[in-house]
């Protein structure tokens, strides 16, 4: 099992930039992919990030692809969603979320964090 927790998220104005992390304990070897979802009020979940944890390859959703940025620090077992730019749209509950299967970012993931919402003011 993976255990994953959110922090960072808050309340922030439009523009402005803010740091959420993912930290990941457990069997983390079992993590070959990790993405960022967030789900607004009144929508479906969206998968807006994800990277491969080896490789630290990564792959963004247009709605926040120039904005956002994922990382990850091997050491710490964390993963870090960096987002500038910040818009009214992106207020959302925000969860990372982990497999270990190879295929698509867009397939089933295993494990999932607690969420952490963000709040964009204008």
């Known amino acids: 099992q993976v255990q994953l927790v959110e922090s960072g998220g808050g309340l922030v104005q439009a523009g402005a930039s803010l740091r959420l992390s993912c930290a990941a304990s457990?069997?983390?070897?079992?993590?070959?992919?990790a993405a960022w979802f967030r789900q607004a009020p009144g929508k479906e979940r969206e998968l807006i990030g994800a990277?491969?944890?080896?490789?630290?390859?990564?792959w963004y959703a247009d709605s926040v692809k120039g904005r956002f940025a994922i990382s990850r620090d091997n050491a710490k077992n964390t993963m870090y969603l960096q987002m500038n730019s910040l818009k009214r749209e992106d207020t959302a509950v925000y969860y990372c979320?982990?497999?270990?299967?190879?295929?698509?970012?867009?397939?089933?993931?295993?494990?999932w964090g607690q969420g952490t919402q963000v709040t964009v003011s204008s």
């Open positions: 990277v491969t944890w080896s490789t630290e390859n990564t």
């Open positions: 457990g069997r983390t070897e079992n993590m070959n992919i």
């Open positions: 979320a982990a497999r270990k299967s190879w295929g698509p970012v867009s397939g089933a993931y295993d494990y």
